[in-house]
């Protein structure tokens, strides 16, 4: 029975997997801010990319 409480408490004293949490956190955060990022943009992208096909698209392009 001690060494059910002895390995119990060795565990909740155990700091290595720390590390790994503090990276989950901070990749969620990463994701988040992109995903907000490209939500705030995307109405001003597609209206850019709208206007630049327009623009390609009347415009007299000549090689040579």
């Given at each position: 029975?001690?060494?059910?409480?002895?390995?119990?408490?060795r565990a909740v004293t155990d700091e290595s997997g720390?590390?790994?949490?503090?990276?989950?956190?901070?990749?969620?955060?990463?994701?988040?801010?992109?995903?907000?990022?490209?939500?705030?943009?995307?109405?001003?992208?597609?209206?850019?990319?709208?206007?630049?096909?327009?623009?390609?698209?009347?415009?007299?392009v000549t090689g040579g």
């Amino acid at each position: 029975m001690n060494w059910i409480i002895s390995k119990l408490r060795r565990a909740v004293t155990d700091e290595s997997g720390a590390v790994t949490v503090d990276w989950v956190v901070l990749t969620a955060a990463v994701v988040v801010l992109a995903i907000g990022a490209i939500s705030v943009l995307d109405g001003q992208i597609s209206s850019l990319v709208s206007s630049i096909s327009t623009e390609l698209q009347y415009s007299n392009v000549t090689g040579g």
